[in-house]
């Protein structure tokens, strides 16, 4: 059980640098395709990706009996 | 010094920023913005109403599903009752199994057979007792018990019965009556009511019904028989011989009266011949001697046949008196023969009457022949003497003197002749004048004699004519006697089958009424016999059954003895299989290997379980907990590495909690376990409150406890964390639970077999 923590980190860290590194790179695409090379998408995006992670993150710690449920294939 | 100021300024920060107080927070589902103390009194109410909601649904649920569950509740919860009549409707009601009941009619049926058996008087009521209590189901028994009822009931039933008193209408006992009833000759004596014969041949006197013992009577009917007999045969023997002699007596005699009729008939004839015709001198002589022979013959005949007349009346006269004797010796069976031998004997003497009078009648016919004849011959010889007076010379046979008779003969002859026919002119007329005399005389003489003869005659024809009506009589009678008899053997007949019926009738019931008697004796004696029996078998069954008893409670006392010994011993056995298997089992929580840190103590506690059927100890091997059977416990050793390890996540997670849980608590917390130094190992004091706890100290004291082997008390002091930080050790925590608990349960174990091994060793 002490070792859920560890992975809950894990799971936060991870999900930080994906939402972090997705928000900023639709951020930038949006920068990019929209707003005429604008940094502030971009950082818009980051921290929305920041933001959400650090949020699943709290949320995760908090709730802690909430199961993470995975898509398993139908194997028959 | 340092530390301990940098602790209490960290902690006065502490308390500044997080002003924290006791909290017992029941639910962990909390909203997502933070600090919202204020509404956790109606969270709770919320919370407490939600559950209880939920707690009401699942039991109404639960009861729907199990209706055990419902009784239960309804008995336990007072108007739960009416809830669940609200929700679900009326209960269904519990099908009770009357297994009791089965039981209780399932009594063997030898029970009931030894009832029936035991009592025959009682019988009846005990059945009277038990039938109504009884179902079908034990009908092999009731059976039984039908058929011991209704023995039972004739038994009773036979003394109740009043006996029939057969009629007292026989003195004797009349075995073979047929035989009274033969015919035999009136001496016995039969009841008056048969109708007396008219005839009267029974001229029994009129003696009162006086019953002769059957042997007496068939002797004197057998006597009577035998003289009946014996008269019948002799006097049959002299009637057939007298008969015969008259018969051939009679024949004789008529034969004789024919020959004597013959005879005189032909002597007649002759006669008349003789007379009528004009014969020669020789054929005169030639008729004489025949006429000579003839009469001689008819003398002799008519002597013979007076002869044997006298001898056929004798005959008939001695045949008359054995017919006499014979009618008077009264055998019914002569009758016939007697009237038999009667009429023969009146037809013979008719026809014997019948001959005498035709040769009567011959003969006077013959006497009147012969008188005329005589008149004849003497007018013939006066004619003669006259002619030879006339005529002298002519003395030879004038017949054949026609030719040479001369003219004065003839004239002699004629003158002769006229004188001879005036003198028998005269002669008749004298007659004519005489002949009315004479012919009155005669006549006279004639009715003389026809009346004679006529009285005679009808004497003997009154004589016969009463001999046939006597005859004819006898016979009617016979007939009559004969149909009166037939009748009375009748009546006799049936009279005797009236008598049979009514003994066959008296007998049955005599039968019947000294069967009852009998069978009541019989009865009487079989009970007695038998209560003497049982009697007697109870008694040595009770013998028996104290000897046994005693003999039994002795050995029971001995096998106890023995037994109680081996329970010792066995005890003794059991406590220290006990004892080898909790130290097994200590050993087993103790040592753990290296590739499995926990081991099950599943075999160790079946090892308990098999060793000892102690209820404690079974208990106690049952309260170890599943998870420690299972999968084993860790050791202390592993849970104190475990704890150091656990003590700096602890740390790190101190602050935060369900109120703080942000990351940025984490951080601060992070922080804090960073620049905060504590005691690694601090002894605990002996009262602690919770004001002073954070959870440094706590895990200080907890180190402490555990490298001093406390681990209880460790366990107890880790329990106070809160927050994430008892989330973080809540599993080291179930560990040392389950570890304490199987200690606990192994301590108590080992203690009870310790104890059990004490008390085995002294004496009970």
Request: glycine letters at 4%; one cysteine or more.
């Amino acid at each position: 059980m002490a070792d859920a923590s560890g992975l809950k980190w894990d799971r936060c860290l991870a999900d930080t640098a994906v939402k972090t590194v997705t928000g900023l790179g639709v951020g930038m695409a949006f920068s990019f395709l929209v707003f005429k090379r604008r940094t502030w998408p971009a950082s818009l995006g980051a921290g929305l990706g920041f933001g959400m992670a650090y949020s699943n993150c709290q949320h995760d710690r908090r709730l802690p009996h909430l199961l993470h449920g995975h898509m398993v294939k139908d194997q028959q | 010094m340092l530390r301990l100021s940098v602790r209490a300024a960290d902690a006065a920060a502490r308390r500044q920023l997080c002003q924290r107080g006791p909290r017992i927070i029941l639910q962990h589902s909390r909203p997502y913005t933070e600090g919202n103390t204020g509404g956790s009194a109606a969270k709770i109410v919320a919370a407490g109403l939600v559950s209880l909601g939920g707690g009401i649904g699942g039991t109404v649920l639960y009861a729907k599903w199990d209706s055990k569950f419902r009784t239960t509740v309804e008995k336990n919860v007072p108007y739960s009752d009416l809830l669940f009549g609200l929700a679900l409707g009326p209960a269904t009601s519990l099908d009770s199994t009357p297994t009791n009941k089965q039981l209780e009619l399932a009594q063997p049926p030898s029970l009931m057979l030894e009832e029936a058996k035991s009592s025959k008087i009682k019988a009846k009521k005990v059945k009277k007792a038990e039938v109504p209590s009884e179902t079908a189901a034990t009908t092999p028994a009731s059976n039984i018990e039908e058929a011991s009822a209704e023995a039972s009931h004739i038994i009773s039933a036979m003394g109740e019965v009043p006996s029939v008193p057969a009629p007292q209408d026989t003195q004797a006992p009349k075995e073979q009556c047929e035989e009274c009833h033969q015919l035999s000759p009136p001496e016995t004596a039969l009841s008056s009511e048969e109708p007396s014969e008219p005839g009267d041949v029974l001229t029994a006197p009129e003696e009162p019904l006086k019953e002769r013992p059957a042997e007496e009577v068939t002797a004197r009917i057998a006597q009577q028989d035998q003289a009946d007999q014996d008269t019948l045969a002799f006097v049959s023997d002299k009637l057939e011989d007298s008969l015969a002699s008259s018969a051939t007596a009679t024949l004789q005699a008529i034969a004789a009266q024919e020959a004597a009729l013959q005879a005189i008939l032909q002597h007649t004839q002759k006669l008349k011949e003789a007379m009528e015709t004009e014969v020669s001198a020789e054929q005169r002589s030639s008729h004489w001697k025949d006429l000579e022979d003839a009469v001689g013959a008819r003398s002799r005949n008519v002597e013979e046949a007076g002869a044997a007349l006298v001898q056929a009346r004798a005959s008939l006269d001695s045949l008359r008196a054995v017919v006499e004797s014979a009618k008077d010796s009264r055998v019914a069976a002569l009758r016939p023969m007697v009237l038999a031998a009667e009429e023969n004997l009146h037809s013979m003497t008719v026809d014997l009457d019948r001959a005498v009078d035709k040769v009567q009648s011959v003969e006077s016919e013959a006497k009147i022949v012969s008188q005329y004849s005589e008149l004849v011959n003497e007018a013939k010889q006066q004619f003669q003497r006259e002619l030879s007076s006339i005529t002298p010379e002519i003395q030879a046979n004038w017949k054949g003197l026609s030719g040479t008779l001369s003219v004065d003969d003839l004239n002699a002859l004629i003158a002769h002749a006229h004188r001879r026919i005036d003198q028998l002119n005269r002669e008749m007329a004298e007659q004519r004048v005489r002949e009315q005399v004479h012919i009155e005389a005669a006549l006279e003489q004639q009715k003389l004699e026809d009346q004679k003869a006529l009285e005679k005659a009808v004497s003997l024809a009154v004589e016969h004519n009463l001999e046939r009506a006597r005859l004819e009589q006898e016979r009617k009678q016979v007939e009559l006697r004969e149909v009166m008899e037939a009748e009375m053997r009748t009546q006799l007949r049936r009279q005797a089958a009236a008598h049979t019926d009514h003994l066959r009738d008296v007998l049955k019931v005599q039968e019947q009424e000294l069967q009852a008697e009998a069978e009541e004796v019989l009865s009487s004696k079989m009970m007695e016999q038998e209560t003497r029996y049982r009697q007697l078998t109870q008694e040595q069954l009770d013998n028996f059954t104290l000897d046994m008893n005693a003999a039994y409670a002795r050995l029971k006392g001995m096998e106890e003895a023995i037994d109680s010994h081996v329970i010792a011993e066995e005890e003794a056995r059991k406590a220290h299989q006990l004892w080898l298997s909790v130290e097994a089992l200590g050993y087993t929580l103790r040592s753990s290997t290296l590739d499995s840190l926990t081991r099950p103590l599943e075999p160790a506690a079946q090892a308990i379980r098999e060793s000892c059927q102690d209820e404690f100890a079974v208990a106690l091997a049952a309260a170890l907990p599943e998870e420690s059977l299972q999968r084993g416990v860790y050791s202390e050793e592993s849970l104190r590495a475990r704890f150091n390890a656990l003590r700096s996540l602890a740390r790190r997670v101190a602050l935060v909690d369900e109120s703080h849980n942000s990351l940025y608590q984490y951080f601060l917390s992070y922080l804090q376990a960073a620049l905060l130094f504590e005691e690694r190992q601090e002894a605990p004091p002996a009262k602690i409150s919770s004001q002073d706890l954070d959870p440094f100290k706590i895990l200080s004291y907890a180190s402490y406890s555990l490298e001093q082997g406390d681990l209880e008390l460790a366990a107890k002091l880790v329990n106070q964390l809160r927050g994430e930080a008892r989330r973080v050790v809540q599993d080291w925590l179930v560990e040392a639970r389950l570890t304490l608990e199987t200690k606990q349960v192994v301590s108590l174990l080992s203690a009870y077999a310790n104890a059990v091994g004490l008390g085995t060793t002294q004496a009970p």
